[in-house]
């Protein structure tokens, strides 16, 4: 079992930073495919970015791309989410996922929530206009 806790939510203004943390526990950290997604208000929850094989390749969505980052720190069992350049359409619940991964797949199949085995509680990220 993987446990999952998210921190680093917050309100901040358009043109802002914040960076999320997720720290994962229960099995070898390096053998997860680590996640973010977010849900707005009304919405689906959709792709933000993934950390997949052992950190070697990330993925993001393309309305993020340039402005946010993910790493991860293997030693700290941690994923993070640096997020610049924020917008009001960026407000959302942030959820980290795991999935225990085995082998690499392409980049389509970390951008499946229903991939993922592990969810954390969510963090709220609100950015004013």
């Known amino acids: 079992q993987v446990r999952l806790v998210e921190s680093g939510g917050g309100l901040v203004q358009a043109g802002g930073s914040l960076r999320l943390s997720c720290a994962a526990s229960g099995r070898t950290f390096s053998s997860l495919a680590m996640a973010w997604f977010r849900q707005a208000p009304g919405k689906e929850r959709g792709f933000v970015a993934a950390s997949t094989w052992r950190g070697g390749r990330t993925d993001y969505a393309d309305s993020v791309k340039g402005r946010f980052t993910i790493s991860r720190d293997n030693a700290k069992n941690t994923v993070y989410l640096q997020m610049n350049s924020l917008k009001p359409e960026d407000t959302a619940v942030y959820y980290c996922?795991?999935?225990?991964?085995?082998?690499?797949?392409?980049?389509?199949?970390?951008?499946?929530?229903?991939?993922?085995?592990?969810w954390g509680q969510g963090t709220q990220v609100t950015v004013s206009s």
């Open positions: 996922a795991a999935l225990v991964e085995t082998y690499a797949r392409n980049s389509n199949y970390y951008t499946d929530s229903r991939r993922y085995d592990y």
